[in-house]
């Protein structure tokens, strides 16, 4: 029952931003690990940036700089603010939300492995 919708892609002009959010619902006690990868056409999923509960963020070389990741822990939401982006950094972008722990029906907790979120796709013009 835990799911995550992201919201914020859409086409920019090369050199624009884009500030992507993923809303986690659900009966979420915490999450660990929130973040954001990225899948171009005929190339693997990558990660691009992703935030521990405590702030500590980690980035992919290719967006260090540009790309800014930040989480609201009480509203359960992870952003990913990009600048300048380029041709490069087009393709689908995955919320991804590591270690839930949710709350159960019977009173007690599970924590899930890893939860996806839909994706939302990001174009980029030159």
């Known amino acids: 029952q835990v799911q995550l919708v992201e919201s914020g892609g859409g086409l920019v002009q090369a050199g624009g931003s884009l500030r992507l959010s993923c809303a986690a619902s659900?009966?979420?006690?915490?999450?660990?690990?929130m973040g954001w990868y990225r899948q171009a056409p005929g190339k693997q999923r990558e990660l691009v940036a992703d935030?521990?509960?405590?702030?500590?963020?980690n980035y992919a070389d290719s967006v260090k700089g540009r790309f800014t990741i930040t989480r609201d822990n009480e509203k359960g939401t992870v952003y990913l603010q990009t600048n300048s982006l380029n041709p490069e950094d087009a393709g689908v972008y995955y919320c991804?939300?590591?270690?839930?722990?949710?709350?159960?029906?019977?009173?007690?907790?599970?924590?899930?492995?890893?939860?996806w979120g839909q994706g939302t796709q990001v174009a980029v013009s030159s």
């Open positions: 991804n939300a590591r270690a839930v722990a949710e709350r159960t029906p019977l009173g007690t907790f599970r924590t899930l492995p890893d939860v």
């Open positions: 659900g009966s979420i006690l915490s999450i660990a690990t």
């Open positions: 935030i521990s509960v405590s702030g500590s963020a």
